[in-house]
């Protein structure tokens, strides 16, 4: 800074400015380098004789020179032009040069450009000097020798240049940031899409990620789904600024109306519910309600899935910026959302058809109990070629069968439920299963023709006996633990799949079981593991079984637990656990020669048996039981044999409160004879809650069943 | 209704080949007794009626002489009774009918053969009572009626 109060400077008479309007000025003397454009050099005074003194004395500093007669006059430029230094004259009428500083101090645009005042006062020095102790500010005292002026002018004029650089190499930097965190935010949200391959536990990353990456308070993902209309929350942090019933109806609210232009909006200065307390029914702090919202919607192949929904507790945290990053990263999660939603929509319609392949129940045997299970390939959503099956072929045989088709899709659905069902009427035939089997292998070859391979095994299981006779094509063999927990795999010879070579026949194998044995088949998913041996696998499933819970339902469970994990769920695998049963605990059990000294008999024990097992029964209830009882017996004896010595079985059984008759011949009947059957039968159905007859070309059984407490006729009882 | 004051009489075809087999049959599951009221002929079974011993205990019961008025099957010791007795008594009633003769049943509401008798539907079709005595008395009304009496 220069004081020379000795200069006298005559300013120089400059021609009158025509209009009084600061006049842009281009630069008389271009010496400044060509890239570096002019700064503007506002000039202000009240005498213009000054103002044309100042112009001579700068413009060959080349820069814009922009003249202004008074303080207004000079705020007003300062609105229009982008000055980088003012010279102001203290003394001037209207607005002085001080108070013209202030206001311009006082607007955050021009706060930062120097000032030098011009004086003529040495009072007005030391005014400055308290006024503008700090900043860049200078002073000239007039008259000035215009050699110094030009050099203070051209020093801000420099500085001026340094800054505006500094500010064009700082933006460039924010926006090469800009560049790397949109680049980072869209990498970290496409990382989360690609983790998940079902829908809540992409939606919660979603939501963390985006409300992390933008410091939302509250953030939440609407989602259209099936079952209902509208939007639903699919996840959220914080409290979201939506309805608390959580649903957004589409075309309806400031939410519902965006989804439905597929608009993205910032929305600042409402009050929003919400928080970002994620306690509920808490009064709101000042600081707790979302002042401002970002909401992108979420759209793919020009279909709407939902919005994306992010608040903040303070009105600046969100820019226009965070709303373009926002939006192109709305576009990368619709892209995961919609590929989530198709992946679990095609594996759920896989599922349904493959179950829609499987039987929906299993046959009740009395002295058997089946549980099976089908677990799909849990990496991609397709048709396996895994299947089941169980029959009742009579009243003792019981078929069994598992087998697997090489491959996946439709193809192999379709070959699988062929093979089912051919299977099911060979067995029904009557074939053994190594006949049976023979019988596939050669519909294999006939209809699908080389190229088709399969495995099968096929037990039939006669409980009354306790043999289960069984035969395998390529299939892994069945494992048996006994009632002592030993566990071993039952070995036939000759196991080729089906579709290799059909003159070869399967060979048979018997093996006793007995009561409290379980069996169970599986197919080759539930031992195979990548880059394992099929003996590790083996191993496990033993173990498995070895500690399995008795009851078919837990066990087959169970042993999918233990055996199928996560990473090698590659394969589909189907379980079928078949247990033995003895004959039910306290049940009476007779064989009676079918003449009809035997009713009387049959009704005497079957009295002692009510007595001992159900002491409660009251007398009508007992009455009834003998009758159905006796009237079943009694058809057997009038209608199962002919004139020979036979015998015929008659079972009672208790279960909880449910009390079953059987009586079983093993006759052919003959048509009734008279009226006599129809009014045993009736009375049996009268008196009994549930009757079945299942009558088979060798033989015929009766079931009859009574819950205690229940009366089947209870109005006619009363009349 | 009281009984009739002279009391029981022996059955009046106690001489037949049935009675010589004795009361109760060859079956020790029911017996039969059979007295004469004064032309009403009362056939009280006692045990179980099943297909063991329905065709001795019909054979006993279609002896009664032309000239009763009808016949009373007395239930009432009946422990027993399945749809073979019940084809019984529908037989029984059959024939009787044909011969202008009646069928009174004694069967006791409650009792295990009501029960039957009525799933069957038989109750509808032939006269049931609670008691013997009415059951008597009207076999005898019917004696009254008839021309013949």
Same mark, same amino acid.
């Given at each position: 800074?220069?004081?020379?109060?000795?200069?006298?400077?005559?300013?120089?008479?400059?021609?009158?400015?025509?209009?009084?309007?600061?006049?842009?000025?281009?630069?008389?003397?271009?010496?400044?380098?060509?890239?570096?454009?002019?700064?503007?050099?506002?000039?202000?005074?009240?005498?213009?004789?000054?103002?044309?003194?100042?112009?001579?004395?700068?413009?060959? *500093?080349? @820069? !814009?020179?922009? &003249?202004?007669?008074?303080?207004?006059? $000079?705020?007003?430029? /300062?609105?229009? +032009?982008?000055?980088?230094?003012?010279?102001?004259?203290?003394?001037?009428?209207?607005?002085?040069?001080?108070?013209?500083?202030?206001?311009?101090?006082?607007?955050?645009?021009?706060?930062?450009?120097?000032?030098?005042?011009?004086?003529?006062?040495?009072?007005?020095?030391?005014?400055?000097?308290?006024?503008?102790?700090?900043?860049?500010?200078?002073?000239?005292?007039?008259?000035?020798?215009?050699?110094?002026?030009?050099?203070?002018?051209?020093?801000?004029?420099?500085?001026?240049?340094?800054?505006?650089?500094?500010?064009?190499?700082?933006?460039?930097?924010?926006?090469?940031?800009?560049?790397?965190?949109?680049?980072?935010?869209?990498?970290?949200?496409?990382?989360?899409?690609?983790?998940?391959?079902?829908?809540?536990?992409?939606?919660?990353? *979603?939501? @963390? !990620?985006?409300? &992390?990456?933008?410091?939302?308070?509250? $953030?939440?993902?609407? /989602?259209?789904? +099936?079952?209902?209309?509208?939007?639903?929350?699919?996840?959220?942090?914080?409290?979201?600024?939506?309805?608390?019933?959580?649903?957004?109806?589409?075309?309806?609210?400031?939410?519902?109306?965006?989804?439905?232009?597929?608009?993205?909006?910032?929305?600042?200065?409402?009050?929003?519910?919400?928080?970002?307390?994620?306690?509920?029914?808490?009064?709101?702090?000042?600081?707790?309600?979302?002042?401002?919202?970002?909401?992108?919607?979420?759209?793919?192949?020009?279909?709407?899935?939902?919005?994306?929904?992010?608040?903040?507790?303070?009105?600046?945290?969100?820019?226009?910026?965070?709303?373009?990053?926002?939006?192109?990263?709305?576009?990368?999660?619709?892209?995961?959302?919609?590929?989530?939603?198709?992946?679990?929509?095609?594996?759920?319609?896989?599922?349904?058809?493959?179950?829609?392949?499987?039987?929906?129940?299993?046959?009740?045997?009395?002295? /058997?109990?089946?549980?099976?299970?089908?677990?799909?390939?849990?990496?991609?959503?397709?048709?396996?070629?895994?299947?089941?099956?169980?029959?009742?072929?009579?009243?003792?045989?019981?078929?069994?069968?598992?087998?697997?088709?090489?491959?996946?899709?439709?193809?192999?659905?379709?070959?699988?439920?062929?093979?089912?069902?051919?299977?099911?009427?060979?067995?029904?035939?009557?074939?053994?299963?190594?006949?049976?089997?023979?019988?596939?292998?050669?519909?294999?070859?006939?209809?699908?023709?080389?190229?088709?391979?399969?495995?099968?095994?096929?037990?039939?299981?006669?409980?009354?006996?306790?043999?289960?006779?069984?035969?395998?094509?390529?299939?892994?063999?069945?494992?048996?633990?006994?009632?002592?927990?030993?566990?071993?795999?039952?070995?036939?010879?000759?196991?080729?799949?089906?579709?290799?070579?059909?003159?070869?026949?399967?060979?048979?194998?018997?093996?006793?079981?007995?009561?409290?044995?379980?069996?169970?088949?599986?197919?080759?998913?539930?031992?195979?593991?990548?880059?394992?041996?099929?003996?590790?696998?083996?191993?496990?499933?033993?173990?498995?079984?070895?500690?399995?819970?008795?009851?078919?339902?837990?066990?087959?469970?169970?042993?999918?637990?233990?055996?199928?994990?996560?990473?090698?769920?590659?394969?589909?695998?189907?379980?079928?656990?078949?247990?033995?049963?003895?004959?039910?605990?306290?049940?009476?059990?007779?064989?009676?020669?079918?003449?009809?000294?035997?009713?009387?008999?049959?009704?005497?024990?079957?009295?002692?048996?009510?007595?001992?097992?159900?002491?409660?029964?009251?007398?009508?209830?007992?009455?009834?039981?003998?009758?159905?009882?006796?009237?079943?017996?009694?058809?057997?004896?009038?209608?199962?044999?002919?004139?020979?010595?036979?015998?015929?079985?008659?079972?009672?059984?208790?279960?909880?409160?449910?009390?079953?008759?059987?009586?079983?011949?093993?006759?052919?009947?003959?048509?009734?004879?008279?009226?006599?059957?129809?009014?045993?039968?009736?009375?049996?159905?009268?008196?009994?809650?549930?009757?079945?007859?299942?009558?088979?070309?060798?033989?015929?059984?009766?079931?009859?069943?009574?819950?205690?407490?229940?009366?089947?006729?209870?109005?006619?009882?009363?009349? | 209704?009281?009984?009739?004051?002279?009391?029981?009489?022996?059955?009046?075809?106690?001489?037949?080949?049935?009675?010589?087999?004795?009361?109760?049959?060859?079956?020790?599951?029911?017996?039969?007794?059979?007295?004469?009221?004064?032309?009403?002929?009362?056939?009280?079974?006692?045990?179980?009626?099943?297909?063991?011993?329905?065709?001795?205990?019909?054979?006993?019961?279609?002896?009664?002489?032309?000239?009763?008025?009808?016949?009373?099957?007395?239930?009432?010791?009946?422990?027993?009774?399945?749809?073979?007795?019940?084809?019984?008594?529908?037989?029984?009633?059959?024939?009787?009918?044909?011969?202008?003769?009646?069928?009174?049943?004694?069967?006791?509401?409650?009792?295990?053969?009501?029960?039957?008798?009525?799933?069957?539907?038989?109750?509808?079709?032939?006269?049931?009572?609670?008691?013997?005595?009415?059951?008597?008395?009207?076999?005898?009304?019917?004696?009254?009626?008839?021309?013949?009496?």
């Amino acid at each position: 800074m220069t004081i020379d109060p000795s200069l006298d400077t005559q300013l120089q008479a400059a021609p009158p400015d025509p209009d009084r309007q600061p006049v842009l000025t281009p630069p008389v003397l271009p010496n400044a380098e060509p890239e570096e454009p002019p700064v503007g050099i506002l000039l202000v005074d009240d005498h213009r004789e000054n103002l044309a003194a100042l112009r001579a004395v700068l413009e060959p *500093l080349g @820069e !814009r020179l922009v &003249t202004a007669d008074s303080g207004e006059q $000079a705020l007003r430029a /300062l609105l229009r +032009e982008d000055i980088a230094v003012i010279l102001l004259d203290v003394r001037m009428a209207g607005l002085d040069g001080l108070q013209t500083a202030r206001i311009i101090r006082g607007r955050p645009r021009t706060r930062h450009i120097p000032i030098i005042f011009l004086t003529a006062q040495v009072s007005d020095v030391e005014e400055i000097a308290l006024a503008y102790a700090t900043g860049a500010v200078d002073y000239v005292i007039k008259p000035f020798e215009p050699e110094i002026l030009r050099a203070k002018v051209s020093v801000f004029v420099e500085l001026s240049r340094e800054r505006s650089e500094r500010v064009r190499q700082s933006r460039a930097r924010a926006e090469a940031e800009a560049v790397a965190r949109t680049v980072r935010t869209l990498q970290i949200l496409s990382d989360a899409a690609l983790a998940h391959l079902e829908m809540d536990g992409l939606a919660a990353e *979603l939501v @963390e !990620r985006t409300a &992390t990456l933008f410091q939302a308070d509250a $953030a939440c993902l609407l /989602l259209r789904d +099936e079952h209902a209309p509208g939007l639903g929350v699919h996840a959220s942090r914080g409290r979201p600024p939506v309805p608390v019933e959580g649903r957004v109806t589409l075309g309806e609210g400031t939410f519902g109306r965006l989804a439905v232009e597929r608009r993205a909006a910032l929305l600042v200065g409402e009050k929003f519910p919400g928080g970002a307390s994620p306690a509920a029914g808490e009064a709101s702090g000042p600081g707790e309600t979302i002042t401002s919202v970002m909401a992108v919607p979420l759209v793919t192949s020009d279909e709407l899935l939902g919005l994306v929904v992010l608040g903040a507790t303070s009105e600046d945290r969100f820019d226009a910026g965070d709303l373009e990053l926002l939006s192109l990263a709305a576009d990368r999660m619709a892209i995961a959302i919609d590929h989530v939603q198709r992946f679990a929509h095609g594996r759920q319609l896989v599922e349904t058809l493959q179950r829609s392949l499987l039987p929906d129940r299993l046959p009740h045997h009395p002295r /058997l109990e089946l549980a099976a299970r089908y677990l799909p390939s849990g990496l991609a959503p397709q048709i396996g070629g895994d299947w089941y099956d169980a029959l009742e072929l009579d009243r003792d045989r019981t078929a069994v069968m598992i087998g697997d088709v090489v491959g996946h899709g439709v193809r192999a659905a379709t070959t699988m439920s062929e093979l089912r069902n051919a299977l099911r009427a060979f067995a029904v035939e009557g074939h053994s299963p190594g006949e049976a089997l023979h019988q596939l292998d050669r519909v294999v070859h006939a209809t699908f023709g080389p190229g088709m391979i399969a495995t099968v095994l096929f037990l039939i299981i006669d409980a009354s006996k306790g043999v289960v006779s069984l035969s395998r094509a390529g299939h892994p063999p069945p494992a048996l633990r006994t009632a002592a927990g030993e566990i071993r795999f039952l070995e036939t010879g000759n196991t080729l799949p089906l579709g290799i070579d059909d003159r070869v026949p399967a060979e048979e194998a018997e093996y006793r079981v007995a009561p409290g044995d379980t069996l169970l088949l599986f197919t080759d998913g539930l031992v195979e593991r990548r880059r394992e041996s099929i003996n590790t696998g083996l191993d496990r499933l033993r173990d498995a079984f070895t500690n399995a819970p008795a009851d078919v339902e837990g066990l087959c469970d169970f042993v999918l637990e233990r055996t199928v994990s996560e990473q090698t769920s590659h394969d589909d695998v189907a379980v079928l656990a078949v247990r033995v049963l003895g004959p039910p605990l306290g049940a009476l059990e007779l064989t009676l020669p079918a003449r009809a000294q035997a009713v009387p008999l049959a009704r005497h024990r079957l009295r002692v048996w009510l007595d001992e097992n159900v002491p409660e029964l009251d007398r009508v209830a007992r009455g009834d039981l003998e009758v159905a009882w006796s009237e079943a017996c009694t058809n057997v004896i009038r209608h199962a044999y002919g004139p020979v010595d036979a015998t015929f079985e008659a079972m009672a059984a208790r279960d909880g409160n449910v009390i079953t008759l059987e009586v079983r011949d093993r006759g052919r009947w003959r048509p009734p004879r008279g009226q006599h059957g129809g009014r045993g039968m009736a009375l049996m159905r009268n008196l009994c809650d549930e009757v079945s007859v299942d009558r088979r070309a060798d033989g015929t059984t009766v079931t009859m069943r009574r819950t205690l407490g229940s009366d089947p006729l209870p109005e006619r009882a009363a009349s | 209704m009281t009984p009739d004051p002279a009391g029981p009489q022996p059955p009046a075809w106690g001489g037949s080949e049935l009675s010589a087999r004795g009361p109760s049959g060859t079956s020790d599951l029911a017996r039969v007794d059979i007295q004469d009221h004064d032309g009403a002929y009362v056939a009280a079974i006692t045990g179980e009626v099943d297909i063991s011993n329905v065709d001795d205990i019909t054979r006993q019961l279609v002896g009664l002489p032309n000239f009763a008025h009808g016949l009373v099957v007395d239930l009432r010791l009946v422990s027993y009774l399945d749809s073979t007795g019940i084809s019984m008594l529908h037989d029984l009633a059959g024939r009787l009918r044909e011969r202008s003769q009646q069928l009174i049943i004694v069967c006791p509401q409650g009792s295990p053969p009501r029960r039957v008798l009525e799933l069957t539907g038989l109750i509808t079709r032939t006269t049931v009572v609670d008691d013997l005595a009415p059951a008597v008395q009207a076999l005898r009304h019917v004696a009254q009626d008839l021309p013949s009496g």
